[in-house]
């Protein structure tokens, strides 16, 4: 099935092809390899909820609009004191 995958970055679209019965875990895969990025650090949303449990189905339909946004990285620890 036929699936646009968008980021936040202006004019960035890209439409994929996966199973009709894909895992949140596998659509997130083929999302971030699309949209250039880790698939550790993609985070999905649709239709305004986030896809969060990668081992359930992917509640998509054909022509469905996927975002697909970067989680920030992990802040540094905060410095010692001696």
């Given at each position: 099935m036929k699936v646009t995958v968008r980021t936040l970055r202006m004019g960035w679209s890209a439409v994929i092809d996966v199973p009709d019965k894909c895992l949140v875990g596998e659509l997130r895969q083929e999302a971030a390899k699309a949209a250039g990025m880790p698939a550790a650090r993609a985070k999905l949303v649709l239709r305004g909820a986030a896809l969060q449990d990668d081992k359930q189905i992917a509640p998509i339909k054909?022509?469905?609009?996927?975002?697909?946004?970067?989680?920030?990285?992990?802040?540094p620890p905060p410095p010692q004191s001696s």
């Open positions: 054909p022509g469905d609009t996927v975002l697909v946004a970067a989680a920030p990285d992990a802040p």
